[in-house]
């Protein structure tokens, strides 16, 4: 098992101290794009699969999402089948 696929299975079990450069390179494994243009600029971001979307604020001072990002993540991906 591969870094990447590791880290999948480290979002599944819903962390508390999952950072967000974390997410964005689980993201991208499984396929989505992230965007900061439009719209979502500043530290609002944009992950995009398809018709599958994920925005989340880039939690700043700290690294660590909060819990209902990772829980909001966690849907939109069981959703599209993709957990």
């Given at each position: 098992?591969?870094?990447?696929?590791?880290?999948?299975?480290?979002?599944?079990?819903?962390?508390?101290?999952?950072?967000?450069?974390?997410?964005?390179?689980?993201l991208e494994?499984?396929?989505?794009?992230?965007?900061?243009?439009?719209?979502?600029?500043?530290?609002?971001?944009?992950?995009?699969?398809?018709?599958?979307?994920?925005?989340?604020?880039?939690?700043?001072?700290?690294?660590?999402?909060?819990?209902?990002?990772?829980?909001?993540?966690?849907?939109?991906?069981?959703?599209?089948?993709?957990?």
């Amino acid at each position: 098992m591969g870094k990447k696929e590791k880290l999948i299975e480290r979002l599944k079990s819903n962390p508390k101290d999952f950072t967000f450069d974390e997410m964005q390179i689980a993201l991208e494994a499984l396929g989505f794009v992230l965007s900061t243009k439009g719209k979502t600029s500043g530290s609002r971001v944009k992950f995009a699969r398809g018709n599958a979307a994920i925005i989340l604020h880039k939690p700043h001072p700290r690294k660590e999402l909060l819990e209902y990002q990772i829980k909001q993540v966690l849907d939109v991906l069981e959703k599209e089948n993709l957990l």
